[in-house]
């Protein structure tokens, strides 16, 4: 072992005897806000790594909140993202099944006011595919006691008659069809003339001669002559009209909504209702059908 020399052994002692004093002086002397000096270099001399130390934690927190915890954030959203869109969409079913309450409760209505004529409600299950023709699939059919010829309406107005039954469906062709037609009249100068379709929305009445009075606004009712609607049913009201050649044109916004079709009622039987009411008792009428049928049966 390499000794050390006496002078650098007294060097050392002396810088230990010097440091020892001045830590004794440093417990005893006192700074009047800061206490002891000891306190203040021990502070000074650890503030640095503390500083430092608590940076890097700080820096690592940042970096676990922005990137690392966002991945549970995202989770999160995602599963808010879903239980919204169920929301909604349960929304919507509870507004469509009050939509159809209010439409059933209509038809009730419609057929509490009219007893004594009997007729049966019906869902619509389909539309034709085509522009050609302008029909409807209903779900109820023969075994419910619909015929070819029956008139089909809602509580607005006419729709449209009856072309084929079959067991358990019925289709019916809709009043703006090319094909179709129904005995009408003007209901305030009661002018009869047949109204029919077109192939669009507006019907169109034939058979007015130019010299009579029609007015735009004017409503159209049934006439009870083609012996498939009652009287005074309301068809649509005067939507255009025009001189022509050696009649008026006249155009007709349908009553019923004929494009948005959900519920109608089917009139079981051929005559008007000012006839059935004087029909003899024993003319006997299509039962209604059974209850256990989905459909909103009308009674």
Do not use: C
């Amino acid at each position: 072992m390499v000794g050390v020399p006496s002078r650098h052994k007294s060097l050392v002692l002396l810088a230990g005897v010097i440091l020892l004093q001045v830590l004794l002086l440093a417990v005893q002397i006192k700074r009047d806000s800061q206490g002891r000096l000891i306190r203040v270099w021990t502070v000074g001399a650890v503030s640095p790594f503390e500083r430092a130390g608590s940076y890097g934690f700080g820096w690592f927190r940042d970096v676990w909140r922005h990137y690392f915890a966002l991945r549970n954030t995202t989770i999160d959203n995602e599963q808010l993202r879903r239980e919204n869109e169920a929301l909604k969409l349960q929304i919507a079913q509870l507004q469509g099944k009050a939509a159809e309450a209010d439409r059933l409760a209509v038809l009730l209505n419609f057929r509490k006011n009219h007893g004594d004529v009997p007729m049966v409600g019906a869902r619509v299950i389909g539309t034709s595919a085509g522009s050609a023709s302008q029909t409807i699939q209903l779900d109820r059919g023969e075994r419910d006691g619909i015929r070819r010829d029956m008139g089909v309406i809602t509580p607005d107005g006419v729709v449209g008659k009856i072309v084929e039954a079959y067991p358990n469906t019925s289709q019916v062709l809709l009043l703006t069809d090319k094909e179709s037609a129904v005995g009408a009249m003007l209901a305030d100068s009661r002018i009869q003339s047949p109204v029919g379709g077109a192939g669009e929305p507006l019907l169109t009445m034939k058979y007015v001669p130019n010299d009579d009075t029609v007015n735009l606004g004017e409503r159209v009712i049934t006439s009870g002559l083609d012996r498939i609607f009652p009287r005074d049913l309301p068809v649509g009201t005067i939507a255009v009209i025009k001189p022509g050649n050696p009649f008026k044109e006249i155009r007709i916004k349908p009553a019923a909504n004929l494009e948005r079709l959900e519920e109608v009622l089917v009139l079981l039987t051929l005559h008007p209702l000012e006839m059935k009411k004087d029909a003899e008792p024993s003319s006997p009428q299509p039962a209604v059908p059974p209850a256990s049928n989905p459909s909103p049966v009308v009674r």
